[in-house]
C-alpha cells in the first residue's frame, strides 16, 4: 500500500477544526486507512489502493472532514468553459488512443504546493497508473504553451526536445535511452504519442517525460493545463478528477476543454455524480443490521456521498465504486466495525476441504516446482483474442450489455489469455514458463475449471511440454495417453488430444507460427490445456 506524509496543520485547516490526538487517532483509523505514525506536525498514513483520491492532503482532508462532522455530502466543484481545445489525431490509436484533459487556474503555488503536485502526480502513476501503463499523467505551466493542443504520434526520429531537468534536447531514441524506467512501454511500437502546441512546440512525450521549456510547473506558475493519457477513457476520466477537485482544494478555478476526436467531441473534466440506486433491504440483510433510511443517509453522508430519494450520488473522484456492495462496505465503515455484535451462527457445521481446490492446489506446487509461474487472467475478453489471433473458430458467450469492444464476450478456453501474458511481457528473460487455473465459459451455460500451461523460448519444443504433462500426470496418478488431431492454432503432426479413462480431457501442442506472428511475438511456443471437471 502506498504510504503518504501529511501536515498535521495543514489537514485541519483544511477540515476546518482542530482534533485531539486521540480524537484523529481514531477517527483516521475507523475511516479505512492504517496510521503508521502521528507528532504534532506529521500524519504518517497508509492509503489502500482502491482509494487513489485519497492520496493529496487535499483529498485526505475532503474524507477526513465528512467523516469527523466537519462537512456533510458531496462537497459542488463548478467547471467553467475555457473554451480551449487539444485535437486528438488518429496516429495515436495504436499507440496511447485517449487522453482526458483541464485546466486550473488562479494557483497560488509556493516550494511545497509544487512539490505537493509533483507527490500528487507520482502516486497516482505508481498506484492507479500502474507504473504509467495503464495511465500517464502531464502537468504544465498553461502561459507557455498556446492553443490548440495537439495529440499526435510521429516517428522517433522525428521527435526531438529538451526534457525535464536536462541541459540539452534529445531525440525520442536518445530519451527513452536515459530515460529506463519507463522506456519499455514505448519500446517495439513505431511511432510516439507526443503533446505540441499551436507553435509545434512539443509538451510531452507520454508515458516518459515532460519538456523541460513547456512542461515544468514552478512557483510563478498560476494557471496550469493537465492530460492524463492511456487506453481507457473512463480511468483517465477518474485520475483527471481526482488531480483537479485536489487542485480545486487548493484554491484553484477548473476550467474545461474541448477533445476532438475524429467522430466526436468530448467535454472534458465531467464532474458530475455517479448514481446508483440503493436497496435498502439488502444493506440490513448483508451487515445484519436493523438501519433506518434516515440513519443510512446520515451514514452516507459522513462518507462523502449524497442520498436522496434511494439514489446515492457517488463523489466524481472516487474510483471504487461499481456496485451496491462498494456503497455497503462505506456504510460499514461509517457505522464503525468496532459497533458490530459479534454473533455466533445457530447452526452446526463440520468444516471438510474442497476436492477440486486440493487437486488446483497439488497442481499448483507442482508446477511451481517445475519453475512456472501462476497466471491470473480476465474473465473477460474479445473475439480477436479468442478467435482471430489464434486461427481457431472458437465458440463463446457474448455479453449482451459489454462496455468496451476490448471485454465483450466470456472466454472458453485459456490458452489465449496466457499467450496475451506473454505478448505483454516481451521486455522480460526467456525462457517464460507460466501457468493458469481457472473458470472457462460454454454456450451451454457451464463453468469448468480448465488448467493451461505454457513455454515461450528459443529452444522449446513438443518434447519439453510433453515431459511436463508427463510429469504432472504421473505426480497426480492420472493414467493418459495422446492421440494425433487437427488443431487450427497448432503445427499439423506435432499436437495431439490427451485422453484419460476413455474420455478427451485435454490437447498439447507446439504453437502455429502464423499464431506466434499475429500476437507480434518471435519464440516458438508449446502449450497444454487441460479440463479438471472431467472424470480422471
Keep these: 500500500m502506498p504510504t503518504i506524509t501529511l501536515n498535521r496543520k495543514s489537514i485541519e485547516k483544511l477540515i476546518g477544526k482542530k ?5 484523529l487517532k481514531n ?9 503508521s505514525s502521528i507528532t504534532e506536525n506529521e500524519i504518517i498514513v497508509e492509503v489502500f489502493p482502491n482509494r487513489p483520491d485519497m492520496l493529496s492532503e487535499q483529498g485526505f482532508a475532503r474524507a477526513l472532514s465528512s467523516f469527523v462532522g466537519s462537512r456533510k455530502s458531496l462537497k459542488d466543484y463548478k467547471v467553467k468553459d475555457s473554451k480551449q481545445k487539444v485535437i486528438i489525431d488518429s496516429s495515436v490509436n495504436e499507440v496511447r488512443p485517449f487522453t482526458a484533459c483541464a485546466i486550473v487556474k488562479n494557483l497560488k503555488f509556493d516550494n511545497e504546493k509544487v512539490k505537493e503536485v509533483i507527490n500528487i502526480q507520482e502516486k497516482l502513476h505508481i498506484t492507479y ?59 517495439n511500437q513505431n511511432k510516439f504519442p507526443i503533446f505540441i502546441d499551436a507553435n509545434n512546440k512539443i509538451l510531452s512525450m507520454p508515458p516518459i517525460i515532460n519538456s523541460h521549456i513547456t512542461g515544468k510547473i514552478t512557483e510563478k506558475t498560476k ?10 477513457f473512463r480511468v483517465l476520466s477518474k485520475c483527471l478528477n481526482i488531480i483537479v477537485t485536489s487542485l480545486a482544494d487548493m484554491g484553484g478555478e477548473i476550467y474545461s476543454m474541448d477533445l476532438i476526436y475524429k467522430n466526436k467531441k468530448i467535454k472534458s ?57 462498494d456503497i455497503v462496505e462505506d456504510i460499514a465503515i461509517a457505522y464503525g466495525y468496532k459497533n458490530f455484535k459479534p454473533q455466533i451462527p445457530p447452526i452446526a457445521t463440520i468444516a471438510s476441504q474442497n476436492k477440486e481446490e486440493l487437486l488446483h492446489e497439488k497442481i499448483l506446487q507442482i508446477l511451481i516446482g517445475f519453475n512456472f509461474v501462476q497466471c491470473n487472467t480476465f474473465h473477460i475478453t474479445n473475439k480477436e483474442n479468442l478467435c482471430n489471433k489464434m486461427n481457431h473458430n472458437a465458440k463463446f458467450v457474448e455479453l449482451k ?44 451455460l457451464e463453468e469448468p475449471f480448465k488448467l493451461s500451461a505454457l513455454i515461450c523460448s528459443k529452444e522449446t519444443d513438443f518434447t519439453e511440454i510433453k ?14 495417453k495422446i492421440e494425433p488431431i487437427e488443431h487450427s492454432s497448432f503445427i499439423l503432426g506435432r499436437v495431439g488430444k490427451i485422453i484419460s479413462n476413455n474420455k478427451e480431457i485435454g490437447f498439447i501442442g507446439e504453437i502455429y507460427p502464423s499464431v506466434i506472428s499475429s500476437w507480434d511475438l518471435k519464440m516458438p511456443i508449446v502449450a497444454f490445456e487441460i479440463d479438471l471437471t472431467k472424470d480422471f
Design 19 to 23: 482534533l485531539s490526538l486521540d480524537k
Design 129 to 187: 497508473g500502474r507504473n504509467r501503463k495503464k495511465v500517464a499523467i502531464g502537468v504544465y505551466p498553461f502561459e507557455k504553451i498556446k492553443t490548440p493542443i495537439k495529440y499526435l504520434a510521429k516517428k522517433p526520429s522525428e521527435i526531438k526536445f529538451q526534457p525535464l531537468e536536462s541541459s540539452k534536447e534529445m531525440t525520442a531514441p536518445q530519451i527513452l535511452q536515459k530515460y529506463r524506467d519507463y522506456a519499455h512501454l514505448l519500446e
Design 223 to 232: 494557471d496550469v493545463f493537465i492530460e492524463c493519457s492511456g487506453f481507457d
Design 401 to 444: 450489455n459489454a462496455l468496451t469492444q476490448e471485454y465483450n464476450i466470456l472466454r472458453s478456453w485459456l490458452l489465449p489469455s496466457l499467450i496475451e501474458v506473454l505478448s505483454k511481457n516481451k521486455h522480460n528473460e526467456y525462457p517464460q514458463k507460466i501457468f493458469e487455473i481457472a473458470k472457462v465459459f460454454t454456450q451451454d
Design 269 to 325: 473534466p465531467n464532474l458530475e455524480s455517479e448514481k446508483i440506486r440503493l436497496d435498502l433491504n439488502y444493506v440490513n440483510k448483508l451487515l445484519g443490521l436493523f438501519l433506518t433510511e434516515i440513519q443510512i443517509k446520515n451514514l452516507l453522508e459522513k462518507m462523502n456521498y449524497t442520498y436522496k430519494d434511494k439514489t446515492v450520488y457517488i463523489p466524481c473522484y472516487r474510483t471504487d465504486i461499481l456496485h451496491q456492495i
Design 467 to 480: 515431459q511436463i504433462l508427463d510429469s504432472l500426470l504421473l505426480l497426480l496418478d492420472i493414467q493418459y
Design 27 to 35: 477517527s483516521i483509523e475507523m475511516l479505512g486507512t492504517d496510521l
